[in-house]
């Protein structure tokens, strides 16, 4: 069974960064398509980003690439995302998941989740 565990979240000040850990035990991820969702306070879980097997990446239409950015490591079967110049209404909890059956953006298109680490952007 597929577990995920993110970290790496907190209380940071506008304009600042954050990396978010996505620890994978189970079976390795490298060939499925893992990616980074958010729910922020009284709003629906949206799309932040993902990367399929071979790199290829997709950014959410609030995440363009630069300030938010998926990585992976391999060997260490974990999920990275970067997060710059952050504001106010990125705060949410971000969620790593992993597609096993194709490529998409979709919440109901993951099949594994991890609990989430809460990220707080205020002054």
């Known amino acids: 069974q597929l577990r995920l565990v993110e970290s790496g979240g907190g209380l940071v000040q506008p304009g600042g960064s954050l990396r978010l850990s996505c620890a994978a035990s189970?079976?390795?991820?490298?060939?499925?398509?893992m990616g980074w969702f958010r729910q922020g306070p009284g709003k629906e879980r949206s799309f932040v980003a993902r990367m399929n097997w071979s790199g290829g990446t997709i950014y959410g239409p609030d995440s363009p690439k630069g300030r938010f950015i998926i990585s992976r490591d391999i060997d260490k079967n974990t999920f990275y995302l970067q997060m710059n110049s952050l504001k106010p209404e990125d705060t949410a909890v971000y969620y790593c998941?992993?597609?096993?059956?194709?490529w998409g953006a979709g919440v109901s298109e993951y099949d594994f989740w991890g609990q989430g680490t809460q990220v707080t952007v205020s002054a």
């Open positions: 998941a992993a597609n096993i059956k194709g």
């Open positions: 189970g079976r390795t991820v490298s060939d499925l398509t």
